[in-house]
């Protein structure tokens, strides 16, 4: 939950989002639901439901990913579940633990940003057959609630099980002033620009967030939110119900907007009734009607202004998104002492903030344009695409001049794009062809007003050197320098070498008996100069000036006598970045052929086989279960890894089945592991 605070010494905070973890670190599913004593509450609580949630956020010019929980409470024999917003925001994957400890998949009906509430759908065809049917919490009236009326907080903190804490109402409409506690934003919205929220003293904690308020008598009187130094904030269950109720018929709620921003009546008007227009957006219903700033507003549509402060700013805001769009609503207003009615007929609201998109061949997030950042950015029309994050490494992080968070990107090569669809398209278009996926662009970018011309070179995919080196001469062993003192404390007189410490299995290093001990004096009777602990290198130089297959007389030192043994050098092995190599976009996680160092470095057998993980992207699918660098696959869905067209089969007949899991053994540090990737966030949204 993203907060602007004015003052920090105000501790507000949020439940639902202050225990997102990396996904790898999710804990276990909870056991089966606690004994409840009192008959009330034990009704109510198969009615709960924990939420876990893989969300997706810009972060380095791509979409990573994140683990995070909250709580929710079942509405409808149909699985509707209510929770806050701020719970499902930015939500790719959904999946509800249940009072039993069983879980079901999810999906998002709609979210209210302005109110934090969002209503997900279980996918009760994953219930067992015969399951009994779900226990449904009813709605109370919360605008009967009292001061000091007994409540109770359910939900799951800390992400572990449902439970209960026990309180009582301090402030059934509390308004959070600005000067104090800062506005609540969340996607671009002031949530407290509409919520009057019930104050309590239920204790919640981190993971409570979307779970249900309830009174004595078992019914939903709040949706728990936020917290407050120690007490809770619950939204208003009558609230809560119309917006659930929007969300589940429409998708999402529908509001009118006259484009007037209200604040409250100003001290040095001598306070009173009504609120204040501070703004009045330019071409709005609300201008049209000929409303100006400065007017005092006193009532909508018949409906007084309350006159309590703050309170009338969320009233106001109330009254004008109570009305659907197209209606024609009188506002009452006081402008130079003289009282008159304007006519404002509403326009849709439209959301402050549009998705997060992922571009690929930009190295960037990107978001279409709304009404609100075309305002507050003073853009002149909605033409363009908002850029929201990019990757230094990237096209646009490289681009000249690099493209910058909060440039609106106008035209590639001259061509216009209005809106993240079209940029998609064409970005595919231009790339399809690309000699070696890579095309150079020219981007026409606005920046601080400004139009600004910046080459990008565009690419379909990572970069990765594979130009064959040549290879030359090789001893299948690694050594240490002889220092000075090393050379003393062997019995050694002799002012350089290099001190054998592994023998690589099947080389003609072991072929020709050489071990672990011998120290180097000389090749071909050229002395081997290793004197210093930096002169790590001096021994592999100076084979690298021999051909491959040559024999080399050896003069060695071993166990007190002085040796000659030929050697026959082989050719280097094949280097990491030459050997083939696999990326799994979706998935995010690359894997190539065991190089011969890998089997070195990692101490695998030679008789070793799989594909190693050669990165995981963090915070992408494939880190998200757990798969790590250097994690060695050694079977994909049971079946033996040995090439990566193994692997791409498995992956691809995984794909094609639908499946909802692909499981990997991987060897990891000596022993083995199942790694089981969620294939399900993966495939493309119907």
């Not at 439940?15 to 606690?34: D, K, Q, T």
């Not at 919520?195 to 709040?222: M, T």
């Not at 000075?484 to 002012?495: F, N, S, T």
């Not at 071909?524 to 080399?552: F, H, M, P, S, W």
């Amino acid at each position: 939950m993203r907060f602007s605070l004015r003052r920090v010494a105000v501790v507000l905070f949020s439940f639902g989002l202050a225990g997102a973890v990396p996904a790898a670190a999710a804990p276990a599913a909870p056991a089966p639901g606690p004994a409840v004593a009192d008959p009330m509450l034990a009704k109510l609580f198969p009615s709960i439901v924990r939420i876990e949630v893989i969300r997706l956020r810009p972060s380095d010019g791509r979409l990573t990913k994140q683990w995070t929980a909250g709580s929710g409470v079942i509405i409808s024999a149909a699985g509707h579940v209510l929770t806050n917003c701020h719970v499902t925001e930015d939500g790719d994957y959904f999946r509800c633990y249940l009072f039993d400890g069983t879980h079901l998949d999810a999906k998002r009906i709609g979210e209210d940003a302005l109110t934090d509430l969002a209503v997900l759908q279980l996918d009760l065809g994953q219930r067992a057959k015969g399951a009994p049917p779900l226990v449904v919490t009813a709605f109370g009236d919360s605008d009967k609630l009292t001061a000091g009326e007994v409540v109770f907080a359910l939900g799951s903190p800390g992400f572990v099980a449902q439970s209960v804490t026990r309180g009582v109402v301090a402030n059934p409409s509390m308004v959070l002033p600005e000067q104090s506690a800062g506005r609540f934003l969340l996607r671009g919205e002031n949530v407290g620009a509409l919520v009057r929220w019930i104050l309590h003293d239920a204790q919640i904690f981190g993971g409570n967030s979307g779970g249900p308020l309830v009174n004595s008598k078992g019914e939903i009187i709040g949706i728990n939110e936020i917290g407050v130094f120690n007490l809770g904030g619950a939204i208003p269950g009558n609230l809560a119900r119309s917006v659930a109720e929007s969300i589940i018929r429409d998708g999402r709620v529908i509001r009118g907007w006259s484009g007037v921003t209200v604040q409250p009546r100003l001290e040095a008007d001598g306070g009173g009734a009504g609120v204040i227009a501070g703004d009045v957006a330019k071409g709005s219903p609300a201008e049209t009607a000929g409303l100006r700033p400065g007017d005092l507003i006193f009532a909508v549509g018949g409906t007084a202004v309350e006159s309590a402060e703050e309170k009338a700013v969320a009233h106001f805001n109330r009254l004008e998104a109570g009305h659907a769009p197209g209606t024609e609503v009188a506002f009452e207003v006081i402008r130079a002492g003289a009282r008159q009615t304007l006519k404002v007929k509403l326009t849709p609201r439209e959301p402050a903030q549009a998705d997060d998109v992922e571009i690929g061949g930009w190295g960037a997030v990107v978001r279409n344009l709304t009404p609100r950042v075309a305002r507050d950015e003073r853009l002149p029309d909605l033409q363009g695409v908002w850029i929201e994050n990019i990757r230094p490494s990237g096209p646009s992080g490289q681009a000249e001049p690099v493209l910058r968070r909060e440039d609106v990107l106008l035209s590639v090569d001259g061509q216009k794009v209005a809106n993240v669809a079209e940029l998609r398209a064409l970005t595919e278009r231009l790339l399809k062809d690309a000699p070696k996926g890579v095309r150079p662009v020219l981007a026409s970018v606005r920046r601080d007003g400004a139009v600004i011309s910046s080459a990008v070179e565009l690419r379909a995919v990572d970069s990765r050197n594979t130009t064959p080196q040549v290879r030359k001469a090789w001893l299948g062993a690694s050594s240490q320098p002889l220092t000075p003192k090393l050379a003393a404390r062997l019995g050694l007189k002799a002012e350089g070498g290099a001190r054998l410490t592994r023998i690589y299995p099947g080389t003609k290093a072991e072929a020709a008996g050489l071990q672990v001990g011998d120290v180097i004096l000389a090749l071909d009777g050229t002395e081997v100069a290793a004197r210093r602990a930096e002169d790590t290198d001096v021994l592999a130089r100076q084979i690298r000036q021999y051909k491959n297959g040559a024999t080399v007389a050896f003069s060695l030192w071993r166990e007190g006598n002085k040796l000659e043994v030929p050697v026959v050098l082989e050719e280097q092995p094949v280097p990491a970045a030459e050997l083939p190599w696999h990326n799994d976009y979706q998935l995010e996680f690359s894997v190539r052929e065991i190089a011969f160092d890998d089997r070195v470095r990692l101490q695998l057998p030679t008789t070793a086989a799989g594909v190693l993980v050669e990165s995981s992207a963090p915070a992408g699918w494939a880190s998200l279960a757990g798969l790590r660098a250097d994690d060695l696959i050694e079977t994909a869905d049971g079946v033996a890894v040995q090439a990566l067209a193994d692997l791409k089969r498995s992956r691809d007949a995984a794909a094609t089945a639908g499946k909802d899991w692909w499981v990997l053994l991987v060897r990891r540090r000596g022993q083995t592991l199942f790694v089981e990737i969620n294939l399900k966030p993966t495939r493309p949204k119907s």
